[in-house]
């Protein structure tokens, strides 16, 4: 049972610095990545959340020898991986758990996953990692909740042409063909920045990927993956995550850690809603002096603005003037969280994928919930406008992707506060 919230009182003002983490969907990607892998692999700017804590479990389960070498770093050995069969109790709490299927077929030429789980925005199929992994010569089964797929003769490069551009059957197919025969190449491929990174860990450890970052990646097969050290991205999303919240509170911040190039998407929006941005090398400036103004957002693979940053941008917009439309074109069903925004005076009509904002004076505090990980950031977002203090449930959801979020908003000055339920006392330690 969760026992937490967090009380947020709005109507202050963000200011300061703040250093994001490393990118949650590089990492859950990355982590069982490294059971490809013979010799221990050291992966630093890991972020502290609960995703990653699960996949270490999960990958403990199965014989991974995992090392926490400082507060970002993990050497993670899996040359001795006793079983190619994934928990199910475990897996199905996390979305990501997926890519051990990619990753122990390539390894073992076999793999016994349960079915994913992770936030629900609709139906989450993944036909096309399998349609990638059969090209390959597996066999697939799905079969009591969970995946069966075996290649006992091997795994052949293909060529594919996915039917939808899916970030996770990218990444899936990508990890099964690095160590099969031959040479594969996927066609209409996600561009993500994690799908580069995913593909730049593997070639520092003696992969050869190429294109990874366009819509074509061609995968030559090697014999064998070797230890290594490697960094991952800052994370875009969370980053993100942060402009926004600057852009719906007014203020002045520098962001740091991050890459400014995979934020063009979402600070372009940010400008059109009245935010100024400064970007440097490795850190971006946002204020925020003026009026909040309206937009339209449509949501689309990368390069397009993220379907993870629309709750936020959405509860932004609740706040502008005029009226704002929004077009979710990556999930059936991302819209759930607009109803906590209606309790606490929202202006918003969804009809399918589209919403549309009427942008109102104030927003009221009401007790609201986080219905999945980038909805319940929106919470928070709107939290921090809201007039009174607003109590904010179901925040494992938001702990799943976000390192330390509590304390980085109060340090920009917010007033939030991570409390025991029912008894609203602080916590004397926020994770
Ligand atoms: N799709 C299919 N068949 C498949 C796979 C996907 O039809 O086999 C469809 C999906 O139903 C969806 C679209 O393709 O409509 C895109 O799905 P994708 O496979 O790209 O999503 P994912 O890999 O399951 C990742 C992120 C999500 C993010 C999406 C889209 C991870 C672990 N998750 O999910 O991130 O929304 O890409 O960018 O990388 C989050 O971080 O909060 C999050 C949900």
Same mark, same amino acid.
């Given at each position: 049972?969760?026992?937490?919230?967090?009380?947020?009182?709005?109507?202050?003002?963000?200011?300061?610095?703040v250093?994001? #983490?490393?990118?949650?969907?590089?990492?859950?990607?990355?982590?069982?990545?490294?059971?490809?892998?013979?010799?221990?692999?050291?992966?630093?700017? @890991?972020?502290? /959340?609960?995703? @990653?804590?699960?996949?270490?479990?999960?990958?403990?389960?199965?014989?991974?020898?995992?090392?926490? /070498?400082?507060?970002?770093?993990?050497?993670?050995?899996?040359?001795?991986?006793?079983?190619?069969?994934?928990? %199910?109790?475990?897996?199905?709490?996390?979305?990501?758990?997926?890519?051990?299927?990619?990753?122990?077929?390539?390894?073992?030429?076999?793999?016994?996953?349960?079915?994913?789980?992770?936030?629900?925005?609709?139906?989450?199929?993944? !036909?096309?990692?399998?349609?990638?992994?059969?090209?390959? *010569?597996?066999?697939?089964?799905?079969?009591?909740?969970? @995946?069966?797929?075996?290649?006992?003769?091997?795994?052949?490069?293909?060529?594919? %042409?996915?039917?939808?551009?899916?970030?996770?059957?990218?990444?899936?197919?990508?990890?099964?063909?690095?160590?099969?025969?031959?040479?594969?190449?996927?066609?209409?491929?996600?561009?993500?920045?994690?799908?580069? !990174?995913?593909?730049?860990?593997?070639? #520092?450890?003696?992969?050869?990927?190429?294109?990874?970052?366009?819509?074509?990646?061609?995968?030559? &097969?090697?014999?064998?993956?070797?230890? *290594?050290?490697?960094?991952?991205?800052?994370?875009?999303?969370e980053a993100?995550t942060f402009l926004?919240a600057v852009?719906?509170?007014?203020?002045?911040v520098?962001i740091?850690?991050?890459?400014?190039?995979?934020?063009?998407?979402?600070?372009?929006?940010?400008?059109?809603?009245?935010?100024?941005?400064?970007?440097?090398?490795?850190?971006?400036?946002?204020?925020?002096?003026?009026?909040?103004?309206?937009?339209?957002?449509?949501?689309?693979?990368?390069?397009?603005? +993220?379907?993870?940053?629309?709750?936020?941008?959405?509860?932004?917009?609740?706040?502008?003037?005029?009226?704002? @439309?929004?077009?979710?074109?990556?999930?059936?069903?991302?819209?759930?969280?607009?109803?906590?925004?209606?309790?606490?005076?929202?202006?918003?009509?969804?009809?399918?994928?589209?919403?549309?904002?009427?942008?109102?004076?104030?927003?009221?505090?009401? +007790?609201?919930?986080?219905?999945?990980?980038?909805? &319940?950031?929106?919470?928070?977002?709107? *939290?921090?406008?809201?007039?009174?203090?607003?109590?904010?449930? !179901?925040?494992? %959801?938001?702990?799943?992707? %976000?390192?330390?979020?509590?304390?980085?908003?109060?340090?920009?000055?917010?007033?939030?506060?991570?409390?025991?339920?029912?008894?609203?006392?602080?916590?004397?330690?926020?994770?």
């Amino acid at each position: 049972m969760i026992l937490e919230k967090y009380v947020i009182r709005g109507g202050n003002r963000l200011n300061g610095d703040v250093t994001i #983490s490393g990118a949650k969907n590089a990492a859950v990607a990355i982590i069982p990545a490294t059971v490809l892998v013979s010799g221990p692999c050291r992966i630093e700017n @890991v972020p502290k /959340i609960s995703d @990653v804590t699960l996949l270490l479990e999960i990958m403990r389960t199965m014989g991974a020898s995992i090392k926490v /070498i400082n507060d970002t770093t993990l050497e993670i050995d899996c040359t001795f991986i006793r079983s190619s069969k994934a928990p %199910y109790d475990l897996v199905r709490k996390i979305r990501a758990s997926y890519y051990l299927i990619g990753a122990l077929l390539g390894r073992c030429h076999s793999a016994e996953v349960g079915m994913p789980g992770g936030c629900y925005f609709g139906i989450r199929p993944i !036909d096309q990692h399998i349609k990638g992994f059969e090209a390959l *010569g597996a066999n697939v089964e799905v079969k009591n909740g969970f @995946v069966h797929a075996n290649a006992p003769d091997g795994l052949h490069g293909a060529n594919m %042409y996915l039917d939808v551009v899916s970030v996770g059957a990218t990444i899936n197919i990508m990890l099964a063909s690095v160590l099969a025969d031959g040479t594969t190449v996927i066609e209409n491929c996600a561009k993500e920045p994690h799908i580069v !990174d995913v593909a730049n860990f593997l070639n #520092s450890l003696g992969a050869d990927i190429k294109g990874a970052g366009t819509d074509v990646i061609k995968i030559r &097969g090697v014999d064998k993956l070797h230890g *290594g050290t490697y960094a991952i991205i800052p994370d875009q999303i969370e980053a993100g995550t942060f402009l926004a919240a600057v852009t719906a509170t007014g203020g002045d911040v520098r962001i740091h850690n991050i890459i400014p190039k995979h934020l063009d998407c979402i600070t372009a929006k940010l400008e059109e809603m009245g935010a100024e941005i400064e970007e440097d090398d490795d850190t971006i400036h946002i204020r925020r002096t003026g009026p909040l103004m309206r937009t339209n957002i449509k949501t689309l693979p990368y390069p397009g603005f +993220p379907t993870d940053m629309q709750p936020q941008l959405t509860t932004a917009l609740c706040l502008a003037q005029g009226t704002s @439309v929004i077009t979710e074109s990556v999930w059936d069903n991302r819209y759930r969280y607009v109803n906590e925004l209606k309790r606490m005076g929202a202006q918003i009509q969804v009809d399918g994928k589209i919403a549309i904002v009427e942008g109102v004076d104030r927003l009221t505090a009401a +007790p609201i919930k986080a219905c999945d990980l980038r909805a &319940g950031a929106a919470m928070i977002i709107a *939290g921090l406008v809201a007039q009174g203090e607003t109590e904010i449930e !179901d925040i494992e %959801y938001i702990e799943r992707g %976000y390192e330390d979020i509590v304390g980085k908003f109060s340090a920009l000055g917010a007033d939030i506060r991570r409390v025991h339920f029912p008894d609203a006392e602080p916590l004397a330690e926020a994770r």
